[in-house]
């Protein structure tokens, strides 16, 4: 697919939008990534690294520079970038984010993905409804967490708007809200077990040379 066409004018670009602490990043993000890009059609999908995540406790994360880092290590050679873009946004919230990344590129049709576990504590966000009326949504099912999932005050709401994958790719990414869920054979990697197995993971991983692939701006190791 060269490019998605929505209305006149030069072809826009369809890109997902992962959001997440990637801390740190692992074979199941990349895995459950190329899935979603199969799914929906999309060209890209960049993984926003957040700097800090405001429902989750600092203590036990690692700096920005080792996640960013160990996730350009697992989006290598995949039409994937990772970016700490948001660091440089000033943006803290996700619908602040997304707003800024609409009118920085423009010539993008963004689409948000997140798992189920996000979807049970989506009514939580800043101005979630506004975030669902920003871009379309898609939705990842994640073992343990869609029955909380379908049952959250969010769904409920967004239950409306929601598409079978082909209908989301054909329509409704014209126009948000919009929601699909997508399903397929569960990955039972997460960063939690890796950091557990492993608590020391970020202090040998290399960010030396760390750039950001959007801003293009080197990552100091020191960077939070």
Excluded: C
């Excluded at 190329?34 to 890209?44: D, G, K, P, S, V």
């Excluded at 569960?186 to 492993?198: F, G, H, M």
């Amino acid at each position: 697919m060269a490019g998605a066409r929505f209305g006149a004018g030069a072809p826009l670009t369809l890109t997902g939008l992962l959001g997440g602490s990637f801390n740190p990043a692992h074979g199941g993000h990349r895995r459950v990534t190329l899935f979603a890009m199969e799914a929906l059609a999309l060209e890209e999908v960049w993984w926003l690294v957040s700097p800090g995540n405001v429902l989750k406790p600092a203590a036990g994360m690692a700096p920005l520079p080792a996640r960013l880092a160990s996730a350009q290590q697992q989006s290598r050679r995949a039409p994937i970038r990772a970016t700490a873009i948001e660091r440089e946004l000033g943006t803290r919230y996700t619908v602040d984010t997304l707003r800024a990344l609409q009118r920085r590129y423009p010539r993008r049709r963004f689409v948000w993905l997140m798992g189920a576990d996000n979807l049970a504590q989506f009514h939580r966000w800043k101005n979630w409804r506004q975030i669902a009326r920003t871009m379309p949504i898609a939705v990842i099912a994640r073992p343990g967490y869609d029955e909380a999932a379908l049952a959250s005050p969010a769904m409920a709401w967004l239950r409306r708007w929601r598409q079978r994958p082909g209908q989301f790719v054909s329509g409704a990414m014209r126009s948000a809200p919009a929601l699909t869920i997508l399903r397929f054979d569960p990955d039972p990697r997460s960063a939690s077990a890796i950091r557990a197995a492993d608590p020391d993971w970020a202090d040998r991983i290399a960010t030396a040379s760390l750039r950001d692939p959007l801003t293009h701006r080197a990552m100091k190791r020191g960077a939070t």
